[in-house]
């Protein structure tokens, strides 16, 4: 009887939750299409995600082809972006470095993600003391400045892209648990929720068919913001030497390598550089967008906005 039950509260609900989704999805659509910004961004984001799969293909040099002889050369129609110190192509390993970026970018994130989600949802569905407890050492861990933390984590695993990846992953778990957990504590109070308790659906059932569903948008939201931020952490930790080694090319690496070159090769750090202020920007673009449009807050002014016109 209660098996029965649950099932028709589930799919009650899930039919309630399907019309929302798809007109949320809608709305997402249309706002990044009317945003001139948002567009921007989207269009840089799908040329870097194209860079980042077929850059060794669409590189004209081999990222590693030494050539004494073109060594520290201005940019020109044979090599648009010069030469480095070695007469390596710069355009070749910044198109290359692309998919370092995202790589890091992405797979961080997705670690974050995953662990600051299930933390979170955890702490906010049963709340007291697994609460306390959870959401005390994510605030240990978000106390600390996050290009610190990242550098003290890769200095106890050792410099290298994975290990970049894992602190990176590790620095932005405890934003994913908040938001997460101000989410449920919000969802956990509602009416479908109530009802999959008092009919004796498992706890695992009701986070992940009830309250995991109902706080996606702001997961999306602090998502595409991260990634961004990510994406400079990396840079960062590339340049002090503790992200990917050589002769692996990398946009924080090459600015590392540039840095002495500054007056005479200036072409050594805009490139790398510019190729990391355009991927952040484009990420901050589409996830303000995202804000406007998921963000309750957002909402609620816009909407507010309009009753007044």
């Given at each position: 009887?209660?098996?029965?039950?649950d099932?028709?509260?589930g799919?009650?609900?899930?039919?309630?939750?399907?019309?929302?989704?798809?007109?949320?999805?809608?709305?997402?659509?249309?706002?990044?299409?009317?945003?001139?910004?948002?567009?921007?961004g989207?269009?840089?984001?799908?040329?870097?995600l194209?860079?980042?799969?077929?850059?060794?293909w669409?590189?004209?040099?081999?990222?590693n082809?030494?050539n004494?002889?073109?060594?520290?050369?201005?940019?020109?129609?044979?090599?648009?972006?010069?030469?480095?110190?070695?007469?390596?192509?710069?355009?070749?390993?910044?198109?290359?470095?692309a998919?370092?970026s995202l790589?890091?970018?992405?797979?961080?994130?997705?670690?974050?993600?995953?662990?600051g989600?299930?933390l979170?949802?955890?702490?906010?569905?049963?709340?007291?003391?697994?609460?306390?407890?959870?959401?005390?050492?994510?605030?240990?861990?978000?106390?600390f400045?996050?290009?610190?933390?990242?550098?003290?984590?890769?200095?106890?695993?050792?410099?290298?892209?994975s290990?970049?990846?894992?602190?990176?992953?590790?620095?932005y778990?405890?934003?994913?648990?908040?938001?997460?957990?101000?989410?449920v504590?919000?969802v956990?109070?509602?009416?479908?929720?109530?009802?999959?308790?008092?009919?004796?659906?498992?706890?695992?059932r009701?986070?992940?068919r009830?309250?995991?569903?109902?706080?996606?948008?702001?997961?999306?939201?602090?998502?595409?913001?991260?990634?961004?931020?990510?994406?400079?952490s990396?840079a960062?930790?590339?340049?002090?030497?503790?992200?990917?080694?050589?002769?692996?090319p990398?946009?924080?690496?090459?600015?590392?390598?540039?840095?002495?070159?500054?007056?005479?090769?200036?072409?050594?750090?805009?490139?790398?550089?510019?190729?990391?202020f355009?991927?952040?920007?484009?990420?901050?673009?589409?996830?303000d967008?995202?804000?406007?449009?998921?963000?309750?807050?957002?909402?609620?002014?816009?909407?507010?906005?309009?009753?007044?016109?």
């Amino acid at each position: 009887m209660s098996g029965g039950d649950d099932s028709t509260v589930g799919q009650d609900h899930d039919a309630a939750v399907r019309p929302g989704h798809d007109s949320t999805a809608r709305r997402v659509l249309s706002a990044l299409r009317h945003d001139p910004p948002a567009v921007v961004g989207t269009v840089v984001l799908v040329v870097l995600l194209v860079v980042g799969v077929a850059g060794q293909w669409l590189a004209p040099y081999g990222i590693n082809d030494v050539n004494v002889d073109q060594m520290l050369r201005p940019p020109t129609w044979s090599h648009p972006f010069g030469t480095d110190e070695l007469g390596r192509d710069v355009l070749s390993r910044v198109l290359v470095a692309a998919r370092v970026s995202l790589q890091v970018g992405v797979v961080s994130v997705g670690i974050a993600l995953v662990v600051g989600v299930f933390l979170g949802l955890v702490a906010g569905y049963y709340r007291g003391w697994v609460d306390n407890v959870l959401m005390r050492c994510m605030d240990v861990l978000f106390a600390f400045p996050v290009l610190l933390l990242a550098v003290a984590i890769v200095a106890v695993l050792g410099p290298g892209l994975s290990t970049a990846m894992v602190a990176i992953g590790v620095v932005y778990t405890p934003i994913f648990a908040r938001v997460t957990r101000a989410s449920v504590l919000s969802v956990r109070e509602q009416v479908f929720v109530r009802a999959a308790v008092s009919i004796g659906t498992s706890d695992l059932r009701i986070m992940r068919r009830h309250v995991l569903p109902n706080i996606t948008a702001p997961l999306i939201v602090q998502t595409s913001l991260s990634l961004a931020f990510a994406i400079l952490s990396e840079a960062a930790l590339s340049f002090l030497g503790l992200g990917i080694q050589p002769p692996d090319p990398s946009w924080g690496r090459m600015l590392f390598d540039g840095r002495g070159f500054v007056t005479d090769a200036w072409w050594l750090g805009v490139f790398p550089g510019a190729a990391i202020f355009l991927t952040v920007l484009a990420f901050n673009l589409v996830g303000d967008a995202l804000r406007d449009v998921l963000d309750p807050r957002q909402l609620t002014v816009s909407e507010a906005r309009r009753s007044t016109t």
